[in-house]
T-cell receptor, first 114, second 118 residues
């Protein structure tokens, strides 16, 4: 079945460092890909998305490009801030599925130190 | 943007009681709502999918009689944990997708409910 694999954390960076969180997926068909962020004690917020190959999603300085050839959707940010500390989830939704359920990776906890 | 309100945010109750969690879409109509369970330091596990006016679809291994889901309107879905026990303690999160939303449209999440059963 469909699945998402993302790098295990925790990831600890200093402020202004470059961030990469790897995410690869396995899916039949043509999934849509998402990154969600969860701040402590809160639900999930959509960070960015891409719905087809070569699409680049971007928001708040974060970017991820839908790479069909490598089945990847790595999250990047050029300069992280302390406020970016959170858990990041990569997810896919299979287009054409009856429900369009989201399948999540296990999450990567990011801690940014001042 | 789309807002989903989940209530209560935190509940503590005795073993054997039933707990109802509400999920409301505040500024859009949600044909489909999803209920997830999140264990500490783990990912979200889909429990069930509810469609307005029809029975919920439960994932394998989720007890239908234990976790009752009602989606009576386009803006409200409820999850009732019946006869809750300590092993039901968890973080429950709902999400909603707008009416007419395709599977490639994002789900909007509530802030979650932390359930602690003593």
């Amino acid at each position: 079945g469909d699945s998402v694999t993302q790098m295990e954390g925790p990831v600890t960076l200093s402020e202004e460092a470059f961030l990469t969180i790897n995410c690869t997926y396995t899916a039949t068909g043509y999934p849509s890909l998402f990154w969600y962020v969860q701040y402590p004690g809160e639900g999930l917020q959509l960070l960015l998305k891409a719905t087809k190959a070569d699409d680049k999603g971007s928001n708040k300085g974060f970017e991820a490009t839908y790479r069909k050839e490598t089945t990847s959707f790595h999250l990047e940010k050029g300069s992280v801030q302390v406020s970016d500390s959170a858990v990041y989830f990569c997810a896919l939704s299979s287009y054409g599925g009856s429900q369009g359920n989201l399948i999540f990776g296990k999450g990567t906890k990011l801690s940014v130190k001042p | 943007g789309a807002v989903v309100s989940q209530h209560p945010s935190w509940v503590i109750c005795k073993s054997g009681t039933s707990v109802k969690i509400e999920c409301r879409s505040l500024d859009f109509q949600a044909t489909t709502m999803f209920w997830y369970r999140q264990f500490p330091k783990q990912s979200l596990m889909l429990m069930a999918t509810s469609n307005e006016g029809s029975k919920a679809t439960y994932e394998q291994g989720v007890e239908k009689d234990k976790f009752l889901i009602n989606h009576a309107s386009l803006t409200l879905s409820t999850l009732t944990v019946t006869s809750a026990h300590p092993e039901d303690s968890s973080f429950y999160i709902c999400s909603a997708r707008s009416r007419g939303g395709l599977s490639n449209q994002p789900q909007h999440f509530g802030d979650g409910t932390r359930l602690s059963i003593l």
